[in-house]
């Protein structure tokens, strides 16, 4: 069993940056989970933008923020970060942690945090 506590999120202007992070917390080490952020706009779904395996070697992005997030873990210290930067209006969204068994990320999440909100105003 593993607990995620996002945290980072807040209120931006258009261009701006923020670091969203996800503390892992458990009888289990990080590092035997792939990780994933996703998020979820008012009245849609919600969407996956990026992942990264257990070493952090490899990771995907969805095509609307390639170039602009970054994800990234740091085993030791048990957690995971989203690097976003020029960020848009259409960011805003509740931004969810994920922990998935088995380090490589297959597209279902095992564990889920609370969400951290983003908004970005115009």
């Known amino acids: 069993q593993v607990q995620l506590v996002e945290s980072g999120g807040g209120l931006v202007q258009t261009g701006g940056s923020l670091r969203l992070s996800c503390a892992a917390s458990?009888?289990?080490?990080?590092?035997?989970?792939?990780m994933a952020w996703f998020r979820q706009a008012p009245g849609k779904e919600r969407d996956l933008v990026a992942t990264?395996?257990?070493?952090?070697?490899?990771?995907s992005y969805t095509d609307s923020v390639k170039g602009r997030f970054t994800i990234s873990r740091d085993n030791a210290e048990n957690t995971v970060y989203l690097q976003m930067s020029s960020l848009k209006p259409e960011d805003t969204a509740l931004y969810y942690c994920?922990?998935?068994?088995?380090?490589?990320?297959?597209?279902?999440?095992?564990?889920w945090g609370q969400g951290t909100q983003v908004t970005v105003s115009s």
């Open positions: 994920a922990a998935a068994n088995g380090g490589t990320w297959y597209g279902r999440a095992d564990y």
């Open positions: 990264i395996n257990w070493s952090g070697d490899t990771t």
């Open positions: 458990g009888r289990t080490f990080i590092s035997s989970y792939a």
